[in-house]
C-alpha cells in the first residue's frame, strides 16, 4: 500500500519560508509523478507544483517565482520550498502522487502552513 508523508508546515510570518517533505513508502516512488496542492475552507483543491519523473516542473501563477519543486529519487522524497511567503498561502497542503502508466493516485493526509500578516 502506498503511503505519503507530508511534514514542514507550520506558522511563519509573511515573507518567511518553509520547506514541505513528503516522503512515499510501499512502491517505487521514481515511477510517479508528484506534486503539491493546497485547499482552504470552501475552495477546491487546487495545484500548486508539480515535478515529473524526468524532473520537469510546472507551477501555478501565484507561486512562480516564489515556490520550488524538487524530488530526491534516492530518499522517495518530493520537497516543496517555499520562499516570500503571503497571507493568501495559507492552506493545508497536500502530497500527490500519479502513477505514469495507469490510472493510480496517492493522496497524503494534509499538513497545515499558515502565514501570519
Known amino acids: 500500500q502506498v503511503q505519503l508523508v507530508e511534514s514542514g508546515g507550520g506558522l511563519v510570518q509573511a515573507g518567511g519560508s518553509l520547506r514541505l517533505s513528503c516522503v512515499a513508502s510501499g512502491t517505487i516512488f521514481r515511477i510517479y509523478h508528484m506534486g503539491w496542492y493546497r485547499q482552504t475552507q470552501g475552495k477546491q483543491r487546487e495545484l500548486v507544483a508539480r515535478?515529473?519523473?524526468?524532473?520537469?516542473?510546472n507551477y501555478a501563477d501565484s507561486v512562480k517565482g516564489r515556490f520550488t519543486i524538487s524530488r530526491d529519487n534516492g530518499k522517495n522524497t518530493v520537497y516543496l520550498q517555499m520562499n516570500s511567503l503571503r497571507p493568501e498561502d495559507t492552506a493545508v497542503y497536500y502530497c500527490?502522487?500519479?502513477?505514469?502508466?495507469?490510472?493510480?493516485?496517492?493522496w497524503g493526509q494534509g499538513t497545515q502552513v499558515t502565514v501570519s500578516s
Open positions: 500527490n502522487a500519479q502513477a505514469v502508466l495507469g490510472p493510480s493516485e496517492y
Open positions: 515535478i515529473t519523473t524526468y524532473g520537469r516542473t
